[in-house]
């Protein structure tokens, strides 16, 4: 993920052109392995043991090497191992813009130095991004105003970080505005978090790239926005809720979920205390939308809501 924050970088810095970023990503993007599949390359794991790691990882926010060792699947010497072997991306990303000949290594060493001191990121914090510390990055990159619940939304954007990347697609990059003015999509699946706290929780996004999100968590290729599609990208955002009230509920706070609502062609305002995150992906771009004051989100839709129980 961290690739993506730096390649944005590189671009906001003039450093880079956008086509030249989206050359790099996906070259970049296609070199990447993840650890079920070395595992099974490795002959450490089964391809079904593999799937039963992915399927717990759908019940609680822990890393694939965590899980398949308290199941007994893999040692700590393994994991380790196998992301010794994994290349951080942001190498991968030097590689790919250095073999186009879009930068120079020491152009690319010295951005990454000049990030690091924008961002006043000490050595720790800084090694921790760079190997895939999403709380870390989300802490440091994203914009997040501090209304009291700061923490509580950091955790939340943290996340769903990690879930677009564990479910849907392993490139994500977000960008945090306020949502003080009307947005209008062709679908909105949103969903109340209730109890000691509140949060108004929605994906919107427009039909083609609601059909991706749909697609890619059912595992197969749908082709129009029907019945499953709309109970795919439900379950998703439920599934990612319901993993964030268990992480609450470890802290001591006890929080409930509403029933999940689809709306079609949805014009949602939102007011200070509000936030909607640009959520760029290979599949395409959506939104997050966050609040924090349930009485402050009002979507208005030509179409009756759907419910999901």
């Not at 079904?48 to 090497?65: I, L, N, P, Y």
């Not at 030097?94 to 010295?110: H, K, P, R, W």
Request: charged share 20%.
């Amino acid at each position: 993920m961290f690739s993506q924050y730096f390649g944005h970088y590189l671009l906001n810095s003039g450093l880079i052109t956008a086509e030249q970023l989206k050359e790099a990503l996906e070259k970049q993007g296609t070199t990447h392995v993840k650890i079920g599949v070395m595992a099974v390359d490795e002959g450490y794991m089964t391809a079904s043991q593999v799937e039963e790691v992915h399927e717990k990882q759908r019940q609680m926010d822990k890393r694939f090497g965590e899980i398949a060792v308290e199941l007994g699947y893999l040692t700590d010497e393994q994991v380790n191992q196998m992301l010794s072997a994994q290349k951080q991306d942001h190498l991968l990303l030097a590689q790919a813009l250095v073999d186009q000949g879009f930068m120079t290594i020491e152009q690319y060493s010295s951005a990454l130095s000049d990030y690091k001191v924008k961002h006043s990121l000490t050595d720790d914090k800084f090694e921790a991004i760079k190997s895939g510390d999403i709380e870390a990055l989300v802490e440091n990159s994203i914009n997040i105003m501090d209304l009291g619940n700061k923490d509580y939304i950091i955790q939340y954007i943290s996340l769903f970080a990690k879930n677009i990347i564990r479910f849907i697609d392993n490139q994500v990059y977000l960008e945090v505005h306020g949502l003080d003015q009307p947005f209008n999509y062709d679908w909105v699946v949103h969903q109340d978090i209730v109890g000691e706290k509140t949060l108004y929780t929605a994906i919107a996004a427009n039909e083609d790239v609601f059909l991706e999100i749909a697609s890619a968590y059912a595992e197969e290729q749908l082709t129009e926005i029907d019945e499953l599609a709309k109970a795919s990208v439900s379950e998703f955002l439920n599934l990612h809720n319901g993993i964030f009230l268990v992480n609450m509920s470890n802290q001591g706070c006890e929080l409930e979920m509403k029933p999940q609502q689809v709306t079609h062609h949805s014009e949602i305002q939102g007011e200070a205390t509000s936030y909607i995150l640009k959520v760029q992906t290979t599949k395409g771009t959506f939104s997050l939308l966050l609040s924090q004051n349930l009485e402050k989100i009002h979507i208005h839709s030509i179409d009756d809501s759907q419910a999901f129980a």
